[in-house]
């Protein structure tokens, strides 16, 4: 589908409906998705440039990384991911997707957005939306997997959610330590503050991931950081 109208200028109708109606910011976001044609407004910013951004990012990513990927909601981190695992596939490697968010209905709808079917992925792409995801749940499911592996975990913020799972901070740094023994990509989606203002910045950044638990963010190699359908990369340093 074609916009009528760029979509920073959709971004803007979205802030004034939010403000005039006092409702949440995705809730206006989706809004002005549905009277464009899409049901969500992750599915109107798959109309972005996603593939592109995606295979400039994945040639800057390396074996033994861990990856932090954030943005506020609806700005297309799990596009991006999906675009991610989807150019791994392309260049031979595996990828997998764990999502303690999506549904497999949502992820594949979302794979749909960006023009693959599950089936072209078939053999390069695994998909696990289990209520048990944690560090070692993905160190399990990734132990026969071959070094250049890409895996996402969506999303940082609920790894820990249950009690019986160790504690945030001790499961990224686990999952570090997978990356490095195991030459694997590991990309982490993270949540950013409520409070972070687009106006102020155009990015959001590390002072904004929403932390309910603390963890030592310079674990990342690697930062991604979304907004207004653009995307800013830094390497740690």
């Known amino acids: 589908m074609k916009l009528p109208v760029p979509i920073h200028h959709l971004k803007r109708r979205a802030k004034l409906l939010h403000r005039r109606e006092q409702i949440p910011l995705h809730a206006a976001l989706d809004r002005i998705a549905t009277a ?42 799990t596009l991006v991911s999906l675009a991610l695992a989807a150019e791994a596939a392309r260049a031979g490697r595996r990828s997998a997707f764990f999502s303690l968010e999506y549904t497999p209905g949502d992820v594949v709808e979302r794979l749909r957005a960006l023009g693959f079917e599950t089936g072209e992925l078939a053999g390069f792409f695994d998909l696990d939306c289990s209520d048990a995801i944690s560090a070692d749940y993905v160190g399990a499911a990734l132990a026969a997997a071959p070094a250049g592996t890409l895996a996402v975990i969506d999303y940082l913020q609920l790894l820990d959610q ?14 570090k330590a997978l990356a490095r023994q195991r030459g694997l990509i590991i990309v982490l989606l993270s949540q950013v503050d409520r409070s972070y203002d687009p106006a102020a910045k155009p990015f959001p950044d590390i002072t904004d991931i929403h932390l309910p638990n603390p963890v030592d963010l310079r674990l990342f190699d690697k ?8 995307i800013r990369f830094e390497a740690a340093a």
């Open 162 to 175: 249950r009690r019986d799972r160790p504690e945030l901070s001790r499961q990224v740094g686990d999952l």
């Open 36 to 77: 464009e044609g899409y049901r969500r407004w992750s599915l109107l910013a798959a109309r972005q440039p996603v593939a592109s951004v995606a295979t400039a990012l994945y040639r800057r990513l390396d074996p033994g990384d861990l990856v932090l990927v954030a943005g506020r909601p609806g700005q297309g981190k």
């Open 223 to 230: 930062r991604c950081f979304l907004n207004g359908g653009e």
